[in-house]
């Protein structure tokens, strides 16, 4: 009977990891607001940011999430704490570059515009 369970390589491992960590993506929700700026909310994190733009917002987007990600990783017992499910989006925005970040930035517009 064959082996139901396949076991992998420290670095058959490794390299799974990074490409599971890859294909992970940030949900963002924008609004329009009043003043003609842009609010992005990523869900993942609970944290949102304003800017000018679009362009400008996936930019103080990125920048909150590093800001996000240095915090959670300054205190990562206290964190975790009921948060477990972050802990990959961390590792991704530890990571990889702004550019990488922005391509995985995935928003809706929730106000129709």
Not at 45 to 72: C, D, V
Request: charged letters at 25%; aromatic letters at 14%; proline letters at 4%.
């Amino acid at each position: 009977m064959p082996d139901k369970h396949t076991f992998l390589t420290n670095e058959e491992a490794l390299n799974e990891g990074i490409k599971w960590l890859k294909s992970l993506q940030f949900s963002v929700e924008y609004a329009k607001e009043q003043d003609g700026s842009f609010t992005g909310f990523v869900k993942e994190f609970n944290t949102a940011e304003n800017a000018p733009t679009l362009e400008e917002l996936n930019k103080e987007l990125i920048k909150g999430m590093r800001e996000w990600a240095s915090l959670y990783a300054e205190d990562l017992p206290a964190w975790t704490i009921g948060r477990v499910a972050e802990i990959p989006y961390i590792f991704k925005i530890f990571y990889s570059t702004d550019e990488e970040l922005a391509s995985c930035l995935h928003g809706k517009s929730y106000d129709g515009f």
